[in-house]
């Protein structure tokens, strides 16, 4: 197990603390993490993304999506099944997972479809007008400004 160390990168950078524990939470998930239940993650063009989990056995009761300050978690939890089964081998897990995904700023999750047993979130990249690129026409009446020596401003 490699412990990677990112207290330099808290101590000299300013305003990256979200960048710094993200990569340190994939660090430690990534050690601990199994890989129940596989996932895709899909770009599906510039601006739109998708995850697909395989949820297999899954109800839409059962799945639980949540977004929380930039986080996707997506949880399943088998309801109890009262009807008794005589298994002679179960290769379908059933068993209680829960996976988190760390998403980009302005990144909004736009809907989530469970299909033949894949739960499939549908996600887009969008940026704010305020953070858009802007093109700034320049005034064609404009002349060039006139420029006052020191001693004319000081009048």
Known sequence: ???????PLYRNTIGYDRLASILDSA???EQGNSSYP???????DEHRYAIS????GF??????????????TVKGRKLEDKTKHNYLYQGIAT???ERKFNLADHVEITGAKLTNGLLTIELKHELPEAMKPKRIEIDPDSSVLEHQSGSDQAA
């Open 38 to 44: 596989p996932y895709d993650i899909e770009a599906i």
């Open 27 to 29: 660090f430690r998930t």
């Open 59 to 72: 109800t839409r009761d059962e799945l639980d999506i949540q977004v929380e300050r930039g986080v996707l």
């Open 95 to 97: 068993r209680a997972f």
């Open 53 to 56: 989990l395989a949820v297999a």
């Open 1 to 7: 197990m490699t412990t990677i160390d990112l207290t």
